[in-house]
């Protein structure tokens, strides 16, 4: 026999249903931005119809939940794969989950333990350099390329290790015979690359690499392979990048002032990137970069 309530009773039951709800897609959300589930387990979940909290969470809530996707992105995202804004993840029609579907694939990887090839870059003296130092130092785990480079060596530089330090002849070679994955001219003035090989081989024994090349080579690295992950390094703001640059101390006052005006340009390619990571503290920005090549942490 169906029960029949008092209307303040059913009321009531109804609102504490619907508060039982908003925690169980709170769960579903925080589990994803913790990484202990995919955003695409969560839409699959959905998906098989049973009508859990993964299908009432709303698409924009799941995307917003991906580490690295804020609301700008998520928002952008929504639009690209034709989903309207209120739109919650068990409604939608069949396209957009073949869209949703293909975007979080891509965007998670089939496998979270599979070797990935990470690009980061980002304006001048944000601290590229000194991340991936961090990274090469305290994670044996990852493969950081050594670029090819026209430019004179620094002192305490060692050709092999920061960079291999190649003349322009010799830079030609190795774009006649293709063996740069990306090249690029960099502030007008030197040109650098990245050799094929050592990347290929990396991945193909199952090792990360990472890439740390400025933003036409990271565009490059993109078309090439559509499954690398490009990482932004951000200042925390535009004046600490300023300090940063003038207190490095290795730019004349020209040539500071023609990396700032790059840095502008720069900082505007920031949203054709998968993430962006705040450099505020080394190690903490470091580690945010690994976590994306899925290697585990050195001991
Ligand atoms: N496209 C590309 N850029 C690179 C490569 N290696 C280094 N760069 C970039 O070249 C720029 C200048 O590097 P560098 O001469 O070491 O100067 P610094 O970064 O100002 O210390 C930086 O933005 C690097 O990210 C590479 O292999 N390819
Ligand atoms: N998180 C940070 N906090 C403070 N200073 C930093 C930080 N990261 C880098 N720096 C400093 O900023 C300057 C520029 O860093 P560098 O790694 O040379 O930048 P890039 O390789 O991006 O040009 C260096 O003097 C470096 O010591």
Redesign the pocket.
Known sequence: MPRVNPPEVDRVAAAQAAVAARRARAAVKRSVADRSRTALDVAETAWKGQGGPESTLRVRELLTSVPGLGPVRAAGVMERLGIADAKRVGGLGVRQRVRLREFLLEREGASPERARLVVLA??????????STHIRDNFPGVLLSVSATTRDPRPGEIDGKHYYFVDHAEFDRLIAEDELLEWATVHNQNRYGTPRGPVDAALDAGDSVLLEIDIQGARQVKRAMPEAVLVF?LPPSWEEMVR??V??GTESPEEQQRRLETAKVELAAQDEFDHAVV????AR?AQEVVDLLAVPAAR
């Not at 001048?124 to 991340?131: H, L, Q, R, S």
């Not at 450099?279 to 080394?282: A, E, I, L, R």
């Open positions: 980002g304006p001048t003296a944000v601290g590229k350099g000194t991340v390094l940063r640059l207190g490095r450099n505020d503290d080394v920005a």
